[in-house]
């Protein structure tokens, strides 16, 4: 992408709206705006960003054995009064009526629409056990939306929801989400702690919150420090071992791990001073197992191996991508701008011509972008007639990963420059050498 014909609208001021350093960040940066309080458009650099992070989902969710779908954004009230929640479901719902006078809403969550599709369509425990994804737009009409597409109103979620006979494979579709997770979070560069946490309007008894400690987040947690040594599954985790999976769950959860909710303070109490952390966390992700809630209400059976009918049990898996993008700026930043860690970064690498029109940087910059796409990098080329301190400080403030810097007098050398946005250092090589390194 050459920068001249891209759209990247930077803000040379810092936004004052922005409470928290990932909002000012992505409104500088051009990654977001905002339409009305709480509803954004994604901006180009963004929007690459989001769709590197739902890439890791996605993977993850698959790997796993979870199969992915497209419901809609617009239900009818009718599923929601046959679960019972449309009523108890409260103001943070959005309820129109089409042209009919039919009283619809816009999805917070998807339970009753899964269970609706589970129902007509699966009859026989051999269909099970069946896991199910989308990634879409949901509406919550929340109180106090803020810090930008951390707590909006409308915003993307994975949302998954697995379907089982019987309660111990529920548990095992439960530690298949628990390990996805794990390595989803991984993935992006965080560490997210999974803590019991409060089941709340979804109902159930099996329930864990995914947390990244950040001063920032809206959640108060209690943990124990043993979880920043825990060893993250490896990929190629045998997703159908239930005992291997057991293992993962049974040492994540080894160790105390509570949002306030849930928070039991003498528990935490007896865990040595040293090793007690007391923090605040930003939810990345939900998983629950609540049994027969909506199968039940919903009439949701299968046939079993005894020819009977069984009550399928149910879990339901959320991660929230576009609250993910802001929570990995909050864990990687500084004084300049974002850090992105290379598997969201929304280019690889950008490559900077000091003397745009210069014949020797020209040349060499089409070289090194010519030869970087070619081998499937995301580049950026900034080839604009900004000064070479301006494109610096964008360089820095999006935060690409490398960038290679083509100057007058090093190229005369037939040299450039690397920097490592992260650690800042800079070394001087061919411009062989500079392709081959971002390789
Ligand atoms: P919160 O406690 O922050 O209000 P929640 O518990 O209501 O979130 P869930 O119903 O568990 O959210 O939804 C699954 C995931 O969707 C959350 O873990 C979070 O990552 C994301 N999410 C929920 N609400 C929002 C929101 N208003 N804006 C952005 N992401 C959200
Ligand atoms: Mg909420
Ligand atoms: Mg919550
Ligand atoms: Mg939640």
């Given at each position: 992408?050459?920068?001249?014909?891209?759209?990247?609208?930077?803000?040379?001021?810092?936004?004052?709206?922005?409470e928290?350093?990932?909002?000012?960040?992505?409104l500088?940066?051009?990654?977001?705006?905002?339409?009305?309080?709480?509803?954004?458009?994604?901006l180009?650099?963004?929007?690459?960003?989001?769709?590197?992070?739902?890439?890791?989902?996605?993977?993850?969710?698959?790997?796993?054995?979870?199969?992915?779908?497209?419901?809609?954004?617009?239900?009818?009230?009718?599923?929601?009064?046959?679960?019972?929640r449309?009523?108890?479901?409260?103001?943070?719902?959005?309820?129109?009526?089409?042209?009919?006078?039919?009283?619809?809403?816009?999805?917070?969550?998807?339970?009753?629409?899964?269970?609706?599709?589970?129902?007509?369509?699966?009859?026989?425990?051999?269909s099970?056990?069946?896991n199910?994804?989308?990634?879409?737009?949901?509406?919550r009409?929340?109180?106090?939306?803020?810090?930008g597409t951390?707590?909006?109103?409308?915003?993307?979620?994975?949302?998954?929801?697995?379907?089982?006979?019987?309660?111990?494979?529920?548990?095992?579709?439960?530690?298949?989400?628990?390990?996805?997770?794990?390595?989803?979070?991984?993935?992006?560069?965080?560490?997210?702690?999974?803590?019991?946490?409060?089941?709340?309007?979804?109902?159930?008894?099996?329930?864990?919150?995914?947390?990244?400690?950040?001063?920032?987040?809206?959640?108060?947690?209690?943990?124990?420090?043993?979880?920043?040594?825990?060893?993250?599954?490896?990929?190629?985790?045998?997703?159908?071992?239930?005992?291997g999976?057991?293992?993962?769950?049974?040492?994540?959860?080894?160790?105390?791990a509570?949002?306030?909710?849930?928070?039991?303070?003498?528990?935490?109490?007896?865990?040595?001073?040293?090793?007690?952390l007391?923090?605040?966390?930003?939810?990345?992700?939900?998983?629950?197992?609540?049994?027969?809630?909506?199968?039940?209400?919903?009439g949701?059976?299968?046939?079993g191996?005894d020819?009977?009918?069984?009550?399928?049990?149910?879990?339901?898996?959320?991660?929230?991508?576009?609250?993910?993008?802001?929570?990995?700026?909050?864990?990687?930043?500084?004084?300049?701008?974002?850090?992105?860690?290379?598997?969201?970064?929304?280019?690889?690498?950008?490559?900077?011509?000091m003397k745009?029109?210069?014949?020797?940087?020209?040349?060499?910059?089409?070289?090194?972008?010519?030869?970087?796409?070619?081998?499937?990098?995301?580049?950026?080329y900034?080839?604009?007639?900004?000064r070479?301190?301006?494109?610096?400080?964008?360089?820095?403030?999006?935060?690409?990963?490398?960038?290679?810097?083509?100057?007058?007098?090093?190229?005369?050398?037939g040299?450039?420059?690397?920097?490592?946005?992260?650690t800042?250092?800079?070394?001087?090589?061919?411009?062989?050498?500079?392709?081959?390194?971002?390789?």
């Open positions: 992408m050459r920068l001249s014909r891209y759209y990247l609208p930077i803000l040379k001021e810092n936004p004052k709206e922005a928290i350093v990932s909002h000012r960040l992505m500088r940066t051009g990654m977001i705006r905002q339409q009305s309080q709480g509803i954004y458009s994604w180009p650099l963004g929007k690459r960003v989001l769709d590197k992070v739902n890439r890791i989902i996605r993977e993850e969710q698959d790997r796993s054995g979870a199969i992915e779908l497209l419901m809609p954004t617009l239900q009818s009230a009718e599923l929601w009064q046959e679960s019972g449309y009523d108890a479901y409260g103001k943070e719902m959005l309820r129109i009526k089409d042209r009919q006078d039919r009283p619809m809403l816009y999805g917070p969550t998807n339970e009753e629409m899964i269970t609706d599709i589970f129902r007509s369509t699966v009859k026989s425990y051999k099970l056990p069946l199910l994804y989308h990634i879409q737009l949901k509406f009409d929340e109180i106090r939306p803020r810090f951390m707590r909006s109103r409308e915003f993307l979620m994975k949302d998954a929801y697995s379907f089982d006979l019987t309660r111990e494979g529920a548990e095992h579709s439960y530690n298949k989400m628990f390990t996805a997770y794990l390595r989803t979070f991984a993935r992006m560069g965080l560490r997210a702690i999974p803590m019991r946490a409060d089941t709340g309007p979804i109902g159930g008894n099996l329930s864990h919150e995914f947390i990244i400690l950040a001063d920032t987040g809206e959640s108060e947690v209690f943990c124990h420090r043993d979880f920043v040594n825990f060893d993250i599954p490896a990929e190629d985790t045998d997703f159908d071992d239930v005992g999976l057991k293992k993962i769950f049974d040492q994540w959860t080894s160790v105390y509570a949002t306030s909710e849930m928070h039991d303070e003498a528990a935490f109490d007896a865990i040595p001073e040293g090793e007690r007391s923090a605040r966390g930003i939810e990345v992700g939900h998983i629950f197992y609540f049994g027969t809630k909506y199968s039940e209400a919903m949701a059976k299968v046939q191996p020819g009977k009918e069984h009550i399928v049990h149910m879990g339901s898996y959320g991660i929230g991508p576009t609250r993910l993008v802001p929570a990995i700026i909050e864990a990687s930043h500084d004084e300049n701008g974002i850090i992105w860690p290379a598997s969201v970064a929304p280019f690889d690498v950008v490559v900077i011509n745009a029109g210069d014949e020797a940087c020209d040349k060499a910059c089409e070289e090194i972008y010519a030869a970087l796409t070619r081998a499937g990098k995301d580049v950026l900034d080839d604009t007639d900004d070479a301190g301006q494109k610096f400080a964008t360089a820095d403030l999006i935060g690409v990963p490398t960038q290679i810097i083509v100057g007058p007098r090093s190229i005369a050398q040299e450039v420059e690397v920097k490592d946005r992260k800042g250092a800079r070394d001087t090589m061919t411009v062989e050498a500079a392709i081959n390194r971002v390789n």
